[in-house]
């Protein structure tokens, strides 16, 4: 949604307002927003990486029997059902649904698949990125005793689709991005479409890893850091210098971020 893809999101419907859940059909929707609850913290429950689109709790969605912006709340309600003579739970979602017998709220929606019309050339996929900013983290927090900056808090993590142009674009617009590194940024060829990964630490910009979304998994689809914040870059270049890294990363996805740090100065 904020690189302006339309999703369908396919979803079956059920009644709960009585005793046991009605089941009401198929249905598709367009997904047309969302909404980032500010005051709820991020978690990284079972992923071991703080995401900042963890704190979504609404999506809305143009839904033709209700109409344009009809909310969807992700309050994880669960609702349990018959499945080849077996009770099993499944999580589901709110919706706008009403009719004369059923009032709004009592209509759930447990989703089933989402449907994502791409550019044929953007190959790397968003597990791929995540996946290596995973690894990457594990490495920050597996010496954050030396990254005195962080304290106690965790980086939360900000990755999706976006364009060159856009990056660029912010980049030149803002007057607090001066200096050599962001020029050399705003002159350096990128292709069209990136993955950005953006790691903040309590609400501030530390540091941006663009990647190219398309090469091949196979390829060397990171492209380079922007820095933010000189102080944590020149500690992270300080520690991946340390042989131990090169002998333990060399063979995971996180080694070219890591490199990149090795070999650039300050």
């Known amino acids: 949604m904020r690189f302006g893809i339309p999703l369908i999101l396919g979803i079956d419907l059920y009644d709960t ?24 913290p991020a978690n990284d429950e079972n992923e071991n990486l703080v995401l900042v689109s963890s704190k979504i709790n609404k999506i809305y969605v143009h839904d033709d029997q209700v109409g344009p912006f009809s909310r ?27 009719t004369e017998e059923i009032k709004m709220g009592n209509i759930r929606a447990i989703p089933q698949i989402i449907l994502v019309p791409l550019y044929h050339k953007i ?8 996946e290596t900013i995973k690894y990457f983290n594990a490495v920050i927090e597996g010496v954050d005793e030396k990254v005195p ?23 030149f617009t803002s007057e607090q991005y001066a200096g050599n590194h962001f020029k050399n940024i ?5 292709p069209r479409f990136i993955w950005r990964a953006t790691a903040l630490l309590k609400q501030n910009l530390l540091i941006d890893f663009l990647f190219d979304a398309t090469d091949i998994e196979q390829g060397e689809y990171f492209i380079l850091a922007i820095e933010y914040n000189k102080n944590f ?28 740090f ?3 100065s300050d």
């Not at 969807?72 to 706008?96: A, G, H, P, W, Y």
């Not at 190959?123 to 995540?130: G, N, S």
Request: hydrophobic share 35%; charged share 30%.
């Open 123 to 130: 190959r790397i996929p968003f597990e791929t990125v995540h």
């Open 17 to 40: 307002s009585g005793s046991k859940s009605n089941y009401l059909g198929k249905h598709a929707v367009a997904v047309s927003g969302y909404r980032l609850e500010s005051d709820q």
């Open 72 to 98: 969807m709340v992700l309050d994880n309600q669960r609702i349990e059902l018959v499945e080849n003579d077996s009770l099993k739970c499944f999580i589901s979602m709110s919706t706008s649904w009403k």
């Open 186 to 190: 705003l002159l350096k060829n990128m």
């Open 149 to 171: 900056i962080l304290g106690n808090e965790k980086i939360e993590w900000d990755i999706y689709l976006t364009e060159v142009s856009k990056i660029k674009s912010e980049i």
């Open 233 to 260: 870059s020149s500690i992270l270049r300080e520690i991946f210098r340390e042989d131990i890294f090169e002998k333990t990363l060399k063979s995971t996805t996180a080694w070219k971020i890591i490199q990149w």
């Open 262 to 264: 090795r070999e650039k």
